[in-house]
């Protein structure tokens, strides 16, 4: 069965400082990746996706993830946080494109002043 | 557009009872899924409805149920309520097919349970 795993429960960055994320998946073929961020009390917020093509995907907020097949992994990157990127993180796959979604535990971000 | 929308945003039960939450997805979009958030297992999927069929159910018991309406509005059942049930629960809607499959959330019914 497919799954996702998120290494980092917690991840506390000081702001300005670079962040990476980790992610990652158990799945034999190439599966569509999702990134999401949640903030407190609220729905989730999709920052990027991957369906096929080039494998360092663009998303919102000037987050930007990586897709590495040899490594089953999908990190999401940003070269400089801010405070409003405290949240919560998740990563999710679907293995089709009717599928259902799985998401992983999530990372809950705190950034230091 | 406006987003996905969902109803109530807070609900207190008693055990036993069975509550019924409400999601109306973004127009256009033909697909809805349902999620249950808790701090201990995070997020898990409930199911997904398509064109008011139930396309996708993830490992619930059959006190959780669902459906879909004509106009792709959803509803989530859920009887027999136990503390256990408490979290935040989340609707999603998306096209559900095709190259653009991404999810949009709604702000989550907060149920709990005592």
């Known amino acids: 069965a497919q799954s996702v795993t998120q290494p980092d429960i917690h991840i506390t960055v000081s702001e300005g400082a670079s962040l990476e994320l980790r992610c990652n998946y158990s799945?034999?073929?190439?599966?569509?990746l999702f990134w999401y961020v949640q903030s407190p009390g609220q729905g989730l917020q999709l920052l990027l996706k991957?369906?096929?093509?080039?494998?360092l995907v663009q998303g919102i907020k000037g987050f930007e993830a990586e897709f590495k097949r040899s490594q089953s992994s999908f990190n999401l990157r940003k070269p400089s946080v801010h405070w409003s990127d405290a949240a919560e993180y998740f990563c999710?796959?679907?293995?089709?494109?009717?599928?259902?979604?799985?998401f992983g535990k999530g990372t809950r971000l705190h950034i230091l002043p | 557009k406006a987003g996905v929308t969902q109803t109530p945003r807070y609900l207190i039960k008693t055990r036993g009872q069975q509550v019924t939450l409400s999601c109306s997805p973004i127009?256009?979009?033909?697909?809805v899924s349902w999620y249950q958030q808790t701090p201990g297992q995070g997020l898990q999927f409930l199911f997904e409805?398509?064109?008011?069929?139930?396309?996708n159910k993830g490992n619930f018991p059959g006190r959780f149920s669902g459906r879909q309406f004509s106009n792709s509005r959803s509803e989530m059942n859920v009887s027999t309520l136990e503390l256990g049930d408490s979290a935040l629960y989340l609707c999603?809607?998306?096209?559900?097919?095709?190259?653009?499959?991404?999810?949009?959330f709604g702000p989550g019914t907060r149920l709990t349970v005592l």
């Open positions: 409805y398509f064109s008011e069929t139930q396309r």
């Open positions: 991957y369906f096929s093509g080039d494998t």
């Open positions: 999603a809607s998306s096209q559900g097919q095709g190259k653009h499959n991404e999810q949009f």
């Open positions: 799945y034999g073929a190439t599966p569509y």
């Open positions: 127009s256009g979009h033909r697909s």
């Open positions: 999710a796959v679907g293995l089709s494109r009717g599928d259902k979604i799985i």
